[in-house]
Each structure stands twice: as structure tokens, then as C-alpha cells.
């Protein structure tokens, strides 16, 4: 059973343009919600990461937007650039163990 | 930053063969460690929780005697495939934390091939 449900599986966006990724999840325990970047052949590296108790974080062009009530989290890439192509996968755990249930991931191309 | 090693980054071995895969944490102590398994284009499996000096725990479906595990140090987790088919063939990736306030790291992975 998938704990974390993301959209979409693929998506081309324009050099400049945003690219946005969203994630549900069914566990209300959860309390800790990452995104990590992957690109073939390598481990993913975290990108960003949000707690329940903020609505939104931004680090540089990415922004995460977080709705407790409707259990759901996304990722929107401002700006996106040619070297953002990769796979983008949502995560949720409880902050405590950090037993991360992975969203399917969603490959992002960025064309120039 | 913290930075998670792990070794070899790629393996082939025949059907029958045991592998091991190192995890090393290079500038933390990881009292924890998981391994995670993952195919061609599909997400990260969560196979095994490893917990330094004491048995690893492993997810519903993973056979532990398949699948064994050593977190003898601090800085350092071992996955073993014992008697490897090609079914096992896969990209398997460990990852490490310092606390329970630290963000979690993940290695560059292992591709494993049984041929």
C-alpha cells in the first residue's frame, strides 16, 4: 500500500518556466515531509524539507506549500534550468524515525 | 555536509554468489542506517532498518536470511545478498543520519547484476 500518492509521473516544462509536482499522503502520524532530487545512476539528495507547522519554505528557486488539512504537499520549481532535469521524489515519515515512504517520483525535463 | 560512501558502486556476480555492499557514513556517527532497493524507474523500497549493535529490522516481505546486515561500528553498515539469482539484480541505496534533529543522507547507490 503506497502512503504517499504523487503526480504527475512525468512533465516537460520550458527553460524559465515553473515546474510543479504534487504529493498526498494518508497517515496523519506523519510529521516530516522531504523532496529529493535523483539523477540516473545516483542516490537522491535532499532538496528541501518541511514540518507541519509552517504552510510554506523556500530555498532558492524551490518552494514547497504544505496543506495539513487536505493532506497534501507539492514542490514548485521557479526558473526551472536544463540541469533541474532529473527525478523529483516526495517523502513523509514521522520526524522521529525517518522511515520515509517515497512517492512514486516524477521525472522532470527542463528543454532550453 | 555529511556525506554517505557507499562501495562498490557497481557489481556483477554470478547466480549462486554472495555480494556485500558497504555503507560508510565518511563525517558522522549514524547510530542508524536503512537500506532501501530500487527498480528501473520506480521509487526508493524501504527493505531494512539498521540499528548499530543490535539486528537490523526488516520491512514485511524482505527475507532477513537473503538479505543480511551488519552495523558493527558507527560509521559503517553492511548489506549482504546471500545466494544471489537475477531476480536480485537491482540498484540498492543505504542511508545514514547523525540524530534524530539531522537530516537523512543517502548514498550514491549499488547496481547489482546477477547474471
Known amino acids: 500500500q503506497q502512503q504517499v500518492k504523487q503526480s504527475p509521473q512525468s512533465l516537460i516544462v520550458q527553460k524559465g518556466g515553473i515546474s510543479i509536482i504534487n504529493c498526498a499522503y494518508e497517515n496523519t502520524a506523519f510529521d516530516y515531509f522531504p523532496w529529493y532530487q535523483q539523477f540516473p545512476g545516483k542516490g537522491p539528495a535532499l532538496l528541501i524539507a518541511i514540518r507541519p507547522d509552517v504552510s510554506e519554505k523556500k530555498e532558492g528557486r524551490f518552494t514547497i506549500s504544505f496543506n495539513k488539512s487536505a493532506k497534501q504537499f507539492s514542490l514548485h520549481i521557479m526558473d526551472s534550468q536544463p540541469g533541474d532535469s532529473a527525478t523529483y521524489f516526495c517523502a513523509a515519515s514521522r520526524f522521529n524515525d525517518y522511515k520515509l515512504s517515497f512517492g512514486a517520483g516524477t521525472t522532470v525535463t527542463v528543454r532550453a | 555536509g555529511a556525506v554517505v560512501s557507499q562501495h562498490p558502486s557497481r557489481v556483477i556476480c554470478k547466480s549462486g554468489t554472495s555480494v556485500k555492499i558497504e555503507c560508510r557514513s565518511l563525517d558522522f556517527q549514524a547510530t542508524t542506517m536503512f537500506w532501501y532497493r530500487q527498480f528501473p524507474k520506480q521509487s526508493l523500497m524501504l527493505m531494512a532498518t539498521s540499528n548499530e549493535g543490535s539486528k537490523a529490522t526488516y520491512e514485511q516481505g524482505v527475507e532477513k536470511d537473503k538479505f543480511l546486515i551488519n552495523h558493527a561500528s558507527l560509521t559503517l553498515s553492511t548489506l549482504t545478498v546471500t545466494s544471489a539469482h537475477p531476480e536480485d539484480s537491482s540498484f540498492y541505496i543505504c542511508?545514514?543520519?547523525?540524530?534524530?534533529?539531522?537530516?537523512?543522507?543517502f548514498g550514491n547507490g549499488t547496481r547489482l547484476t546477477v547474471t
Open positions: 542511508s545514514a543520519r547523525a540524530d534524530g534533529n539531522s537530516p537523512l543522507h
